[in-house]
Every structure is written in C-alpha cells, then in structure tokens.
C-alpha cells in the first residue's frame, strides 16, 4: 500500500491571491512558517521554512511551479532516527507534496494539497498521519489568513 494523502479546501478570493499567499515567503511567514521562510518558491530553488514546533530551519526543495496553477515540492520525510545498523544517509529520504489551486466559477479558489513517498513502515505510516494533520492545519490558517487577516497558528503551538 502506497502511502499518501490529499486534502483540500475553498478559499474565498481570486487564485492569483491564493497563489501569492503560497508562494511569497513573507506571506507564508505571516500564518504558516511560525519560524519565517526563506525564499520565493520558484522552479529549481531550494528555500528554507522554520515553525515553532519544529525548530531549526530545514530546505525545501521547489521542484516545479507553475503560477497560479501548481507547486510540487521536496522535502526531507519526518520518519524519526535512523533504526540500530542503518546509515544515516539510507536511513533519510524525501516525500514528495504537490499544491493545486483550481479557480472556481463564484470567485472562490479550491486548493488540494497532497503528499506521497514515504516508506511503508510503522514510522513512515505515523509520519504520513502527522503531515496530513500539518497540511489540513495549513489550509484552516491559508483561508483565515486570506479572507480576515488573522494569524491561527500564532502562539498555538508554542
């Protein structure tokens, strides 16, 4: 069984809007990136995201973009340690997280957010459950943020 999930949500304003709050790093910061983000998602770049509850900045590779439609990104799998005998470089590896921003017929943008690769291990398994609580989370704060400018994450986890 292939681990993965999609989750998805309506935001009420235009695509171009919806997109910039993604894809700006300073609008990021302002509801999602509790620690800040370093870098315009864009094509080819790797940037650096910070949350509170995960501290220490981390890459995110940007592997395509395109505006007001798409962003596939890369990051490091949060699968816990190295298990006893593994390297640490066969124990890392990278899931794989694909935003789409479908505008719909009233004005509103519909934004679906998936994420795949992770190992078929009992660590893989919670690290895939724990991503979807993060990126249902990230669509609650993306749609209060750019609908009323409230900050939901401000001081939640930390």
């Given at each position: 069984m292939e681990l993965k999930f999609k989750v998805s949500g309506r935001?009420?304003?235009?695509?171009?809007?919806?997109f910039?709050?993604?894809a700006d790093p300073a609008k990021l910061s302002a509801y999602f990136t509790t620690g800040g983000a370093v870098g315009r998602l864009e094509t080819g770049a790797t940037v650096q995201w910070d949350f509170a509850?995960?501290?220490?900045?981390?890459?995110v590779e940007v592997v395509e973009v395109e505006p007001n439609r798409r962003i596939v990104l890369r990051w490091q799998a949060n699968?816990?340690?190295p298990k006893d005998g593994q390297a640490t470089a066969a124990a890392a590896y990278m899931t794989t997280v694909t935003f789409t921003f479908e505008p719909l017929d009233d004005g509103r943008t519909l934004v679906t957010i998936e994420e795949s690769g992770w190992r078929e291990t009992p660590t893989g398994l919670?690290?895939?459950?724990?991503n979807c609580q993060g990126w249902s989370q990230m669509l609650?704060?993306?749609?209060?943020?750019?609908e009323h400018g409230i900050?939901?994450?401000e001081g939640f986890y930390v």
């Open positions: 935001i009420a304003r235009p695509v171009e809007d919806v910039e709050a993604v509850d995960f501290p220490g900045a981390f890459p699968d816990g340690p919670k690290a895939a459950f724990g609650a704060a993306l749609k209060v943020w750019v900050n939901l994450r």
